[in-house]
């Protein structure tokens, strides 16, 4: 019986992959277009919303892609994961993508360092609780910085402290707003992430204490 999840390298098939949401699923998205172009040899079998009514709903729908409900009316974080694993679980993801996911989970031993998150920033800066979408951009402009970006990193059980993959920069200039930064970060999301997914799959990245490392193609 093939073991789910599979350990990279991931050859026999496309990866698997989970995605989780919290908002308009602009990240997801990106996935699905990103496959049906043929540019990630992957394939999204799960999506887990946090809460009903969001824009990543109808997305996940319009593709056909099964889409689970994390729990209401969960009494603690360890009983709100396992909501959201059960279904990751049982559609044999490879791999969970947290893809604007603002709830902060619980990881079970069978999926440690087979979750990543990308992040609309450099990490360590503008990261961490009550950091996410526009808040993120204002607080760089507000700060003066002369670059930002993005972050993907694997996810641990906190915010945005998991060991960082890979990182893509962009300049911040002197008219920007938050909406036309972000507009910016979000290109390049676009592509650090199926980046990433690929080099997991390929078998590339190797954890060595906090460093991640990337190893040569073979």
């Given at each position: 019986m093939t073991p789910s999840p599979r350990n990279p390298p991931i050859t026999d098939s496309p990866i698997r992959l989970a995605v989780c949401v919290s908002g308009g699923g602009t990240t997801l998205q990106n996935?699905?277009?990103?496959?049906?172009?043929?540019?990630l040899r992957a394939e999204i079998v799960q999506v887990v919303a946090s809460k009903p009514r969001i824009g990543a709903i109808p997305r996940a729908e319009a593709a056909g892609i099964p889409?689970?409900?994390?729990?209401?009316?969960?009494?603690?974080?360890?009983?709100?994961?396992?909501?959201?694993f059960d279904p990751i679980r049982r559609s044999k993801a490879d791999l969970v993508i947290l893809g604007g996911?603002?709830?902060?989970?619980k990881i079970p031993p069978d999926y440690h360092g087979r979750v990543i998150n990308v992040h609309p920033a450099l990490i360590p800066a503008f990261c961490g609780k009550g950091f996410y979408g526009h808040k993120v951009h204002q607080s760089a402009l507000e700060m003066g910085v002369k670059v930002s970006g993005c972050t993907v990193h694997f996810a641990d059980d906190t915010y945005d402290t998991g060991p960082i993959i890979l990182q893509?920069?962009?300049?911040?200039?002197?008219?920007?707003?938050?909406?036309?930064?972000?507009?910016?970060?979000?290109?390049?999301?676009?592509?650090?992430?199926?980046?990433?997914?690929?080099l997991y799959a390929d078998g590339r990245l190797r954890l060595d204490g906090r460093k991640v490392r990337v190893l040569p193609a073979s």
């Open positions: 996935l699905i277009d990103q496959i049906r172009g043929r540019r889409l689970a409900l994390a729990s209401r009316n969960a009494a603690s974080a360890a009983e709100f994961s396992t909501s959201v996911f603002l709830a902060i989970l893509r920069t962009v300049p911040v200039l002197d008219n920007d707003t938050a909406d036309t930064l972000a507009a910016r970060v979000f290109r390049e999301e676009c592509l650090a992430l199926p980046e990433a997914i690929t």
